[in-house]
């Protein structure tokens, strides 16, 4: 990402150096970008409250490429920078500084589909975003020093599970843990936030065990009403 209003694609080829391999360009300042899981799709988001995307194809003889744009996705009334799509690649989801998260089914690249009503609830901007790899919870990192998670069993009626205070300093990076037991958080306070969202763990007392984590406390013992 460049304040140019450009996005580099680089070639990474095994025994070579990496080589830019194409150029995106998007009207005004990219903030925030994510591929899909199977790298077909690449989102980002901007600075003019929408998300551009792109098909990624392979790389051509040359060891360039020519990815395709799709639709724009809009609705926001503000900056975005949060993309994340689920693990299944089916759906995407997006945050704003206007407060809220957006979901689309883009299923079907060319034709993305809004699902449900924005998920409300965070007080400040929301920077980050991440999908537990169930694809059964969705976690938000914002400015008003929360994080914020829901369920998405059924994701065109998301249910907010809780609301996790991080000592009062603004919170930028939200990540699940690969298996799905923990969720990491960090922000302005230079510490790391953790979270047992498991709970055969919570219930047998057990905690996150890395030095860097300031606070290990399980999720269930902090929700709020949303």
Not at 153 to 176: E, R
Not at 214 to 226: E, G, I, L
Request: proline share 8%; charged share 15%.
């Amino acid at each position: 990402i460049a304040d140019d209003g450009s996005v580099t694609l680089w070639a990474l080829e095994p025994g070579q150096a990496p080589r830019p391999a194409a150029r995106l360009d998007v009207p005004t300042l990219p903030l925030g970008m994510t591929f899909s899981a199977d790298a077909s799709t690449l989102a980002v988001a901007t600075t003019d409250g929408t998300i551009h995307r792109w098909r990624i194809p392979e790389l051509d003889p040359t060891g360039t490429m020519s990815p395709r744009e799709l639709p724009i996705l809009s609705g926001f009334e503000n900056y975005v920078y949060a993309v994340a799509f689920d693990p299944s690649g089916r759906y995407l989801a997006a945050g704003s500084t206007d407060r809220t998260v957006r979901i689309w089914d883009v299923s079907v690249p060319e034709s993305a589909v809004a699902v449900g009503p924005p998920l409300r609830g965070p007080g400040d901007t929301i920077y980050q975003l991440s999908w537990r790899a169930d694809g059964q919870e969705l976690a938000a990192a914002s400015k008003d020093g929360r994080l914020w998670i829901w369920s998405m069993d059924d994701v065109a009626n998301p249910v907010a599970l809780a609301s996790l205070s991080a000592a009062g300093s603004a919170l930028y990076a939200v990540q699940f843990a690969p298996d799905g037991l923990s969720v990491l958080a960090a922000g302005t306070s230079q510490a790391v936030h953790g979270w047992q969202v498991d709970t055969e763990a919570v219930a047998a007392g057990t905690c996150l065990r890395t030095a860097s984590v300031s606070t290990c406390q399980p999720w269930t013992a902090c929700r709020s009403t949303p």
